[in-house]
């Protein structure tokens, strides 16, 4: 569903269950971007449990190389992307030979640990990184071998652009609106995790429906034209 229909069955819904004041469009965009994470995080807590959860977060599941990331600082560390949110895998890739060599992901503590060790320190064919302070440090680094980063990103904020025409009337720009003002950005997510986060955005209005309910009203929505 489009935003514009999602924020119309919004509306269509508080009116006959509370009777209470329409959502207006900058109410939605705020409630709808906040409870779009809080669903992510929600289906994070279980996520690769259940081939459910993990197809609902496959959009956010990111490969990216060294290009994308950017440079290695001191040859020692990447800044994390702005919408990083986990790590999934990284590796070098020996663009001669097709081998890929796999990071073992591990805490600050260990790293100094396996950096001392002379059985288990980190070399280019058992390569370590770890998270700090926004950045992920990699141990160690060759820049004779191509990096690439899986990760989970956070969902993108949606924006929900309308106008009113020569007529008064509401006019919805969506993502394709060739127009002269910024056109709207839908939400990323499949119709069943949309309508499962309007039900997020409805208990702020004060009605408690489920993914069942808000498809009926959805219906006789469509029915009434």
């Known amino acids: 569903m489009t935003l514009n229909e999602l924020y119309n069955l919004t509306n269509y819904i508080i009116r006959n269950e509370i009777r209470g004041n329409p959502c207006t469009p900058e109410q939605f965009e705020l409630l709808i971007n906040a409870r779009q994470i809080d669903y992510f995080q929600k289906l994070y807590e279980n996520y690769e449990r259940t081939q459910e959860l993990t197809d609902s977060l496959r959009t956010f599941?990111?490969?990216?190389?060294?290009?994308?990331?950017?440079?290695?600082?001191?040859?020692?560390?990447?800044?994390?992307p702005a919408d990083y949110f986990h790590f999934s895998t990284m590796s070098y890739i020996d663009s001669t030979t097709g081998v890929y060599y796999p990071f073992d992901m591990v805490t600050k503590?260990?790293?100094?640990?396996?950096?001392?060790s002379t059985l288990t320190a980190p070399s280019v064919s058992y390569p370590i990184c770890y998270e700090f302070d926004?950045?992920?440090?990699?141990?160690?680094?060759?820049?004779?071998?191509?990096?690439?980063?899986?990760?989970?990103?956070?969902?993108?904020?949606?924006?929900?652009?309308?106008?009113?025409?020569?007529d008064d009337e509401f006019v919805y720009y969506d993502e394709s609106s060739s127009v002269s003002v910024t056109t709207g950005t839908e939400l990323e997510w499949n119709e069943d995790d949309q309508l499962e986060i309007l039900a997020l955005v409805l208990r702020d209005f004060g009605v408690s429906l489920n993914e069942m309910g808000i498809r009926q009203y959805s219906q006789i929505m469509l029915n009434e034209g």
């Open 61 to 80: 599941k990111t490969i990216v190389d060294l290009t994308d990331l950017g440079s290695v600082v001191n040859d020692e560390y990447i800044t994390l």
């Open 109 to 116: 503590d260990q790293a100094i640990m396996r950096k001392i």
């Open 134 to 166: 926004g950045s992920l440090y990699l141990e160690p680094y060759d820049d004779d071998y191509d990096l690439q980063m899986t990760y989970l990103r956070y969902p993108d904020d949606v924006v929900f652009s309308y106008g009113i025409n020569a």
